[in-house]
């Protein structure tokens, strides 16, 4: 933390145009945002006050007398929270039997399963693909671990390749959106199954058509914190 600075440079102040029965205002606060700062300046009678301030206490200062609140969320939702992206969801969908369409070659009918998958955490925001992780139970705490999805179309971060589909604005719909698309070999495929570190397609195969997914076969991502405070990644 820059330590406070004073100086005796005069107030500023901003005028309306002559002619309008409006006094002048005094300027009482300006902020700099730099690439990595972000430099407050307060004007008093005494002199300019200087030090440097975080985000969240700029944040702070223009939302005090406004009332965030997330409205009505979706069934199954974990949480809800505001970034520099905008806003997010995490849906919960309990482990249950998918089917999936995968294209293995261009203009011929895709190969269709009937997957057994657990429990899946889906991190939505409106318009984008979701990212998405396993978990074992309905995540209860910041420290409750997920693992990576036994799935396709899926980057190591979670993130999901979104390919010629189109994300609505209904984030409720974006689990059962991610299933209906077609899925293809696009992201990362290996780690995502002990059995089968290096073949998903082959557990994908062996799973066709079973009731329920091997838990133990899950591969530790992380915890529920370390999601809800990661970026969205544009990149693979």
């Not at 100086?7 to 145009?17: H, K, M, S, V």
Request: proline letters at 9%; charged letters at 20%.
């Amino acid at each position: 933390m820059m330590p406070k600075k004073k100086t005796t440079e005069p107030g500023f102040r901003w005028a309306l145009p002559e002619g309008l029965d409006v006094s002048p205002d005094k300027l009482a606060l300006r902020v700099d945002i730099f690439q990595e700062t972000i430099v407050l300046h307060k004007f008093g009678e005494d002199g300019t006050t200087v030090r440097v301030v975080s985000a969240l206490d700029v944040a702070r200062a223009f939302t005090k007398d406004i009332r965030l609140h997330s409205g009505a969320l979706p069934e199954g939702a974990l949480w809800w929270s505001m970034g520099p992206e905008g806003d997010e969801v995490a849906l919960w969908r309990s482990p249950r039997v998918w089917q999936a369409a995968l294209v293995v070659e261009a203009f011929k009918p895709p190969q269709r399963f009937n997957l057994p998958m657990p429990g899946l955490v889906f991190v939505c925001s409106s318009g984008r693909p979701p990212r998405v992780f396993a978990a074992k139970g309905r995540p209860a705490g910041p420290n409750y671990p997920l693992y990576r999805a036994p799935l396709l179309n899926l980057f190591h971060d979670g993130g999901s390749c979104t390919g010629t589909h189109k994300y609505g604005q209904d984030v409720g719909q974006h689990p059962e959106e991610f299933f209906t698309a077609f899925f293809s070999d696009a992201g990362h495929t290996s780690g995502r199954s002990k059995k089968y570190p290096d073949g998903l397609l082959t557990l994908w195969a062996e799973l066709d058509g079973k009731k329920s997914y091997p838990i133990r076969d899950l591969v530790s991502f992380g915890t529920v914190e370390q999601v809800m405070g990661a970026k969205w990644s544009n990149n693979p």
